[in-house]
């Protein structure tokens, strides 16, 4: 383990490696995991020494913050020349080129969306402020030196080769990238150049463009010109692609790109500032500028009501992502809603089930309750016939009795002929008898009988609406809706596997279609023999299967085995030498479907869960309001029914009473 | 007849070519691998030159700017057959080449050059910054066919600072011929050292794709005691 010294002559000890580079390496340092220690492989020269000790010096929290700032000298011995310096340790941040480039974002910064890259290009321009609050600059000012965090936090790495000033000492950068250096600086060489924060401006504007739009250069354009246009000579014309003077510099911007009118006009003068000639331009907009005019931006965007994952001005009449989506067949954001890659988990933050649950479960189902049978209550008193027609009655049963006291007078008399006389005296009753009576009789039978069909109809009613079906139904629909909730987090892990197992496939089924038969060298393939395989269309690896062969003339029977065999031998080689590369992943927009799908199915079953207790409780309340009324119905259909066996009472009892009796 | 009353047809639908630039905007670094696949390759190289394009991948991805700024293509000889068009090294599916024919090298230069030459094209269509392309030719015999136009197209080029030419020759390759094509000291591959070959190249192309278009980057001497090349 290596031993260094530092400034103070305090001995450090080394951890392990982290990376090496062309002049040094970067390891951890034992005990003080916050901080890494760079250690060139050279000593180092006595200008760049006294910078490194004079940027020890100055470290200030705010620069800290922002930037690997060397906090302290590292030396091999104590008093002895300096090797190395230490800083902050910058863990968890990924190169800004991974959050500007659409297919690294998807990967590296999945719930990226418009407003997170604003927000980053503010929080670039807040660092930028730090150093230049300082009065340092930081010169080469490129998307290697800058990382991003996943909560858009910005740091500036590299910082040994920031401007440095230094009581009344300058200490250059002597670095720089010429796609990232402004017009005037252009061609010149970067060895003691003396920069002002101006120059980082023009840099900072090329970073914020990027990030805002997908990682293209402001300078790369459409040259309308012959020849080649690179970007160093674009800028040194500036040749600004995107800006209204764009047309009269013969630049046209890419196709497929955001339209630069869709920001908002603060940002556009911003950018016109910043990359127009600089004579013209009057200074460009400082870092301060930016951060003041892109939060103001950041508040002002809004959400796409088609996709999620679009965001853009809320002054816009509609949505400029997706109309570039649509035009160009690219993505640039992925929807993933409350999910993070790394956690698919279903429960976001404002749902929890168990709360949700239990106020369900603390609805007490109403009691089983059997139809009530009232008693019909005391007081029924029979209706008593009408006066005439109590007479009609006494006049029937007078001629009842003189028509049957005349039969068995004649039957005494003549008693062979009783076959006679008993169908002449029914005769004479049906002539003689008056039929009020009987009809006033089977009136109050219908009556009767009304009341009992009125009795079944409320049983069914009962049994229809008194019970706690209703309840216990829905009861187990909501259970059966909480137990999918729970279980939707695994189906989703589980579909999600299946896409990537989809993405084998997928890669397998490419690799066996790069493998044509005609190519390839099989034992006993004649070309005669590829022909004939063309012809039923197959001609790659991918193509040839046991059934697909067996359609094929000369392949199908006993001679044509061998050479069958051959081609599925040669396919199964080939699908052994095939390596799945998951680094290729899922395709992001079939998961951010997926995703998708998964969360608009769980936010109903959360809407359903959550109007759980008012519903069950609404239809307990219902359920005990038709007890009530049913209730209310029984005792009324029980006096009726009373009512009406009291009133067919009055009559005497005939044969068909004695007979109902029974069976009531 | 005025050409304007010339039936023209039109493509139908959306063009959506650009969808590859719009998702990833970054500077690209073209290389274009043109691989003798002849009879006499057959065996041993052929199995070593598929291994070695297998390490070019790996490497490449190692390193996730290179993995989006290296694009590949591959022309194969033997016959003339453009195996892989450009793709990003993310994208890219080593392919699996087997020992055929002849050695028709300047036809498969010819095919190289005017597969860079669309490319640029389409770079330039949809504003693409890209860094000098790298043609890289791996042979293990002489052309059976006419080398002379290829190479003066590489010379031009070359001269041009259109691409850069590099040639490799295996075992049993002419070197007199492959001197009078490219303008750089071709290299002779030792043994076959095929992985090495694309470790380097891999190599290269990622320091070239961590540059700025337009600039020279240092290579590594492959032809050292250590390395996979001899002059």
């Not at chain 1, 604003?118 to 230049?132: M, T």
Request: charged residues 20%; aromatic residues 8%; positive net charge.
């Amino acid at each position: 383990m290596t031993k260094l010294y530092n400034g103070a002559g305090h001995p450090l000890e080394l951890g392990s490696s982290l990376g090496r580079g062309g002049e040094g390496a970067v390891h951890e340092i034992a005990g003080r995991p916050g901080f890494v220690a760079k250690v060139y492989h050279q000593p180092l020269g006595a200008d760049k020494a006294l910078k490194l000790d004079s940027m020890a010096r100055q470290a200030h929290p705010s620069l800290l913050e922002i930037a690997a700032w060397p906090v302290d000298v590292l030396r091999l011995q104590p008093g002895g020349p300096t090797q190395g310096f230490v800083m902050p340790r910058v863990n968890g941040y990924r190169e800004i080129h991974s959050l500007y480039g659409p297919a690294h974002r998807k990967q590296a910064f999945p719930q990226a969306d418009w407003s997170f890259l604003v927000h980053a290009a503010r929080n670039l321009a807040s660092a930028f402020e730090a150093i230049h609050a300082r009065g340092h600059v930081i010169g080469d000012v490129n998307p290697g030196n800058v990382v991003v965090s996943s909560q858009a936090l910005v740091k500036l790495i590299d910082c040994d080769s920031f401007q440095i000033s230094a009581g009344g000492r300058l200490f250059p950068c002597d670095v720089g990238v010429p796609q990232f250096t402004a017009p005037e600086l252009q061609g010149q060489s970067f060895h003691g150049l003396r920069r002002s924060p101006d120059h980082d401006a023009f840099g900072l504007a090329l970073l914020c463009f990027h990030l805002l739009f997908m990682g293209r250069h402001p300078f790369a354009g459409r040259y309308q010109g012959k020849g080649d246009m690179p970007i160093e000579r674009a800028i040194r014309e500036c040749r600004f692609a995107f800006g209204r003077h764009a047309l009269t510099r013969q630049m046209e911007p890419p196709p497929h790109t955001l339209p630069f009118a869709v920001l908002p006009a603060t940002i556009i003068d911003l950018f016109e500032r910043a990359f127009a000639p600089p004579k013209l331009a009057q200074g460009r907009p400082s870092a301060r500028d930016w951060r003041r005019a892109l939060d103001q931006f950041g508040a002002e965007l809004r959400g796409c009501a088609r996709n999620g994952a679009h965001k853009y001005p809320r002054a816009l009449p509609e949505c400029p992502w997706c109309a570039l989506e649509q035009a160009s067949g690219a993505v640039f954001f992925v929807l993933l809603e409350r999910f993070s890659a790394d956690d698919p988990g279903i429960g976001p933050g404002s749902f929890d089930l168990e709360s949700v649950w239990n106020p369900i479960q603390a609805i007490a189902p109403p009691p089983d309750e059997a139809m009530p049978t009232p008693a019909p209550g005391a007081g029924v008193t029979p209706t008593p016939l009408p006066n005439g027609l109590r007479r009609i009655q006494r006049v029937n049963a007078l001629k009842a009795v003189a028509i049957g006291g005349a039969a068995l007078a004649a039957t005494l008399v003549r008693g062979r002929l009783v076959w006679l006389w008993l169908p002449l005296a029914a005769v004479a009753w049906s002539l003689l008898r008056d039929d009020a009576v009987r009809r006033e009789m089977q009136r109050r039978r219908l009556a009767l009988f009304a009341a009992r069909q009125e009795w079944v109809e409320l049983r069914a009613a009962w049994s229809q609406q008194a019970t706690g079906h209703a309840f216990a139904a829905r009861l187990q629909a909501l259970t059966a809706l909480r137990d999918r909730h729970r279980a939707l987090a695994a189906e989703l892990q589980r579909d999600a596997r299946r896409i990537e197992t989809d993405q084998r496939q997928i890669q397998l089924r490419a690799f066996l279609e790069s493998h044509f038969i005609d190519a390839a060298q099989i034992p006993g393939i004649l070309i005669t023999d590829q022909m004939a395989l063309a012809s039923y269309g197959i001609e790659t690896a991918a193509d040839i299967t046991a059934e697909a062969l067996k359609t094929v003339p000369g392949f199908g029977h006993r001679l044509g085995h061998q050479r069958a065999a051959a081609l599925l031998g040669w396919r199964q080689a080939l699908e052994q030498r095939f390596r799945y590369d998951p680094r290729q992943g899922a395709d992001p927009a079939a998961l951010a479907r997926l995703h998708r799908q998964y969360a608009q199915e769980r936010a109903r079953i959360e809407r359903e869960l959550l109007a759980g207790p008012n519903e069950l409780t609404k239809l307990k309340a219902e359920l005990l309001k038709q007890r009530a009324q049913l209730n209310i119905a029984l005792m009324h259909q029980a006096m009726r029914e009373a009512q009406a066996q009291a009133d067919l009472r009055v009559f005497p009892p005939g044969l068909d009473a004695l007979w109902r009796r029974r069976r009531g | 007849m005025n050409e304007l009353d010339l039936p023209q047809q039109t493509p139908f639908g959306a063009d959506f070519s650009g969808a590859e630039f719009a998702d990833n905007p970054e500077p690209r670094c073209p290389c274009v691998l043109l691989l003798d696949n002849s009879w006499s390759m057959n065996g041993p190289p052929i199995t070593e030159l598929n291994e070695g394009l297998a390490t070019f991948k790996e490497e490449l991805m190692a390193d996730s700017l290179a993995a989006k700024r290296v694009e590949i293509a591959i022309v194969s000889f033997g016959p003339v057959e453009v195996v892989a068009e450009f793709q990003t090294a993310e994208h890219f599916t080593p392919p699996h080449l087997s020992a055929r024919k002849d050695t028709p090298m300047g036809q498969a230069i010819a095919r190289g050059l005017e597969l860079l030459a669309q490319r640029k094209a389409l770079y330039r269509e949809h504003g693409i910054p890209f860094f000098r392309p790298w043609v890289f030719l791996i042979t293990d015999g002489s052309p059976t066919d006419d080398w002379q136009a290829a190479a003066l197209e590489v010379r031009k080029g070359e001269e041009g600072r259109a691409f850069a030419f590099f040639a490799v020759g295996v075992e049993g390759a002419n070197l007199d011929i492959l001197q009078r094509i490219s303008l750089r000291q071709p290299l002779r591959l030792k043994g076959l050292r095929f992985r090495e070959l694309f470790q380097w190249l891999s190599n290269s192309m990622r320091s070239v794709s961590r540059s700025v278009p337009g600039t020279e980057v240092p290579l590594s001497n492959p032809a050292t005691p250590d390395g996979w090349a001899s002059i």
